[in-house]
């Protein structure tokens, strides 16, 4: 893509040097400290070491990058898609449903109108006879 496959290897070739380049001790420890820590999203307000975890991720970023916003998210207790649920505390719903015998019957229902929709469709043509015949007689008469 970049047309560097005559520059030899990817360790051959240095992306980064100097001060940029990956410190594999410091990427060792990084990632170290941040499996020490459980990062359930709805922990991460209540518990002082999360706290601790996220003020020390926006510090190290701070440190390489020109613009770290932290956005708090609260979800809507109206909005039932989205639900955080607690490691201790996870909520039960049952829902009343509905007998299948009334699904059935509805279900029946409108297979048969589908059906008579269908076959009056595909005789158009007797149909549209007798109901002229019907028409007609009443005038006749």
Not at 54 to 78: G, I, P, W
Not at 93 to 106: E, G, N, Q
Request: aromatic share 10%; with cysteine.
């Amino acid at each position: 893509m970049y047309n560097l496959s005559d520059k030899g290897t990817p360790k051959e070739l240095q992306v980064f040097k100097g001060q940029m380049e990956v410190q594999d001790s410091r990427l060792s420890a990084m990632m170290s400290f941040l499996s020490s820590v459980p990062r359930a999203t709805q922990l991460l307000d209540r518990e002082p070491g999360p706290v601790l975890l996220v003020n020390s991720l926006e510090q190290q970023l701070n440190r390489y990058l020109k613009q770290v916003l932290r956005h708090t998210f609260r979800n809507d207790r109206r909005d039932p898609e989205l639900t955080f649920f607690d490691q201790m505390n996870q909520p039960m719903m049952m829902y009343r449903v509905k007998p299948a015998a009334f699904d059935l019957f509805l279900g029946g229902c409108i297979t048969v109108y589908i059906a008579v929709i269908y076959f009056a469709i595909q005789n158009f043509g007797h149909v549209y006879t007798k109901l002229t015949k019907m028409a007609l007689r009443p005038k006749q008469q």
